[in-house]
């Protein structure tokens, strides 16, 4: 079975654009999680998506927004890039519900801005 | 609010040696806790889990972790590593498994021939 799949897996843009990543989670699961790794640090929360609706969101500000899509696949945008956005995005999936089973991670998309 | 600490950014060894990597956790309920391991441009994999039951929980490839509630800690050990071994060590603690994780710093184990 293919584990969570994201996309692209580098991309480079400079200050003040936009960016969308996109993530497919494991097949059969609903829960779809967010996370920035900066270089050197353990990755911080951002957004929580279960059966498409937000179910939790980190301390980051209003620049970073996500939603997920009916096939429970996610994106997470992110507007008027600062040079400190740099770093790897995580995408994690896990079944949610009443489920025990861990969030499961993708490779993740590394960002670099100039 | 839950946070982290891994007592140690880098911990160099040589083959064959046994290894310890701290973590200490604080959370005002209880947790959930998580070994993750991340290889040089790569995601994160999950390497063991505390949910509940025995204390001490094991991964299939020699590594060991003991939940300690009340030193709040939650170690990761193995007896004798190997090369493949080095990479980074993440723990990570959450209210349930569908909730947010909580990492650690990170501490970087590097195994030497």
């Known amino acids: 079975d293919a584990g969570v799949t994201q996309s692209p897996t580098h991309l480079i843009k400079t200050r003040g654009q936009q960016v969308t990543l996109r993530c497919s989670p494991i097949?059969?699961?609903?829960?779809v999680s967010w996370y920035q790794q900066v270089l050197g640090q353990g990755p911080q929360f951002i957004f929580q998506?279960?059966?498409?609706?937000?179910?939790g969101r980190g301390n980051f500000p209003d620049r970073f927004s996500a939603r997920q899509f009916p096939n429970y696949s996610s994106e997470l945008n992110v507007n008027a890039l600062l040079l400190g956005d740099s770093a790897l995005y995580l995408c994690?999936?896990?079944?949610?519900?009443?489920?025990?089973?861990?969030?499961?991670f993708g490779d993740g998309t590394r960002l670099s801005i100039l | 609010a839950q946070s982290v600490t891994q007592l140690d950014s880098q911990v160099p060894v040589f083959e064959e040696a046994p290894v310890e990597l701290r973590c200490n956790y604080s959370?005002?309920?209880?947790?959930?806790l998580f070994w993750y391991v991340q290889y040089p441009n790569q995601g994160l994999q999950l390497l063991l889990k505390?949910?509940?039951?025995?204390?001490l929980v094991e991964s299939i490839n020699g590594f060991e972790a003991e939940f300690n509630k009340s030193q709040t800690s939650f170690h990761l050990r193995k007896p004798s590593v190997h090369i493949s071994d080095t990479a980074e060590y993440f723990c990570?603690?959450?209210?349930?498994?569908?909730?947010?994780?909580?990492f650690g710093k990170g501490t970087l184990l590097t195994v030497n021939p």
């Open positions: 505390y949910l509940s039951g025995s204390t």
């Open positions: 998506y279960y059966e498409k609706e937000e179910r």
């Open positions: 097949s059969g699961h609903k829960s």
């Open positions: 990570a603690v959450s209210r349930g498994s569908n909730y947010k994780l909580t």
């Open positions: 994690a999936s896990s079944p949610g519900g009443n489920s025990n089973q861990p969030q499961h």
């Open positions: 959370s005002s309920v209880s947790v959930y």
